[in-house]
């Protein structure tokens, strides 16, 4: 019969090994041994370049409205279009929300 790797984790966190022990018995980092034997999932998946949420780099930004990075860059600085400071550096980020709001601003209205 086998024996899940959670049991195997579990049973050798109750005889009172380390995270960092289990994790080098079964051959996995400590932290996974301890999101499997808290049975926590895996961290969530990044958002896509679809999702509303997604933080954009400058170049994804400006690829998905067809303009120059420099003209994204002036924009920023205009207040066109909000950026999001992220790290320690300070990198600027666009939400894709943001994009989607400003495309659907500039498209021409539609003649019937």
């Known amino acids: 019969m086998s024996v899940?790797?959670?049991?195997?984790?579990?049973?050798?966190?109750?005889?009172g090994l380390s995270y960092v022990e289990i994790g080098r018995r079964l051959g996995i980092t400590k932290e996974r041994?301890?999101?499997?034997?808290?049975?926590e999932t895996r961290a969530k998946k990044?958002?896509?370049?679809?999702?509303?949420?997604?933080?954009l780099t400058l170049s994804q930004a400006a690829e998905l409205l067809n303009i120059?990075?420099?003209?994204?860059?002036?924009?920023?600085?205009?207040?066109?279009l909000e950026t999001y400071c992220i790290g320690a550096r300070g990198d600027g980020?666009?939400?894709?929300?943001d994009i989607d709001r400003?495309?659907?601003?500039r498209q021409p209205a539609k003649t019937t």
């Not at 860059?73 to 207040?79: E, L, P, V, Y």
């Open 4 to 15: 899940s790797r959670r049991e195997q984790a579990v049973n050798l966190r109750q005889t």
């Open 33 to 39: 041994a301890r999101q499997i034997i808290k049975g």
């Open 46 to 55: 990044k958002p896509t370049l679809n999702d509303p949420d997604a933080l």
């Open 68 to 80: 120059h990075t420099n003209t994204l860059r002036r924009w920023s600085n205009r207040g066109i």
């Open 93 to 97: 980020r666009f939400r894709r929300r």
């Open 102 to 105: 400003l495309l659907r601003k």
